[in-house]
């Protein structure tokens, strides 16, 4: 699912980024240990982070901003979005549907708005978007580790890709988040092949 929330505050740098480095350094505030499910859920969602961050790597803010198939997407504007996505539903998480927006009621220029965490608007940078996500990655895995309940529920946003009625628990969300970065993932993979003929595996 996509959340309407913009990333903020990107650095300005013009030389590539390492897509590896950024986020280990920024992740240094690390979430308590855990163990069991917890600890599985955390080390899918790491797997998936890496492989989406990957793609990335040796590139220039021109080149994390070009798209390079015959849709929208380029490899920052893919992370920017995954970032939005794992902060809104982190939050949901912690506040329940108020953390996000009745998508039932949204206007062309929330719409509008919205696509911008798709693409690399002017100013922003490879390496300003990687941090923001480390940043995020790293609340999110102190939020797993920490929550009391992985049971605790919230009836879901309006949006006509949910049920009425329906509710998630924090561990539903949990694997939400884990299948949205896969998806993303495989997507940052054939946009960088589409870019310059490098693949992640193979």
């Not at 855990?34 to 080149?63: M, N, S």
Request: charged fraction near 25%.
């Amino acid at each position: 699912m996509n959340f309407d929330e913009r990333t903020t505050g990107p650095a300005t740098r013009d030389e590539p980024a390492d897509a590896q480095a950024v986020p280990t350094a920024q992740a240094a505030q690390a979430a308590p240990a855990v163990t069991g499910e917890r600890a599985d859920l955390l080390e899918a969602l790491a797997k998936q982070r890496h492989f989406l961050r990957f793609p990335t790597r040796d590139l220039t803010d021109e080149q994390a901003g070009l798209r390079t198939t015959a849709g929208e997407l380029c490899l920052g504007g893919l992370i920017k979005h995954v970032t939005s996505v794992e902060r809104g539903w982190a939050e949901f998480i912690r506040t329940g549907p108020s953390a996000m927006p009745d998508f039932t009621a949204m206007t062309e220029t929330d719409w509008a708005r919205r696509a911008d965490d798709f693409r690399m608007l002017p100013g922003e940078t490879l390496a300003g978007v990687l941090a923001a996500y480390a940043e995020v990655a790293g609340r999110t895995d102190e939020l797993v580790a920490t929550l009391p309940d992985l049971d605790a529920a919230w009836p879901l946003p309006k949006a006509p890709w949910f049920e009425a009625g329906a509710e998630w628990s924090a561990r539903r969300v949990l694997l939400h988040i884990v299948a949205e970065t896969a998806q993303h993932a495989g997507h940052a993979d054939i946009l960088r092949e589409s870019l310059d003929g490098a693949r992640s595996m193979g």
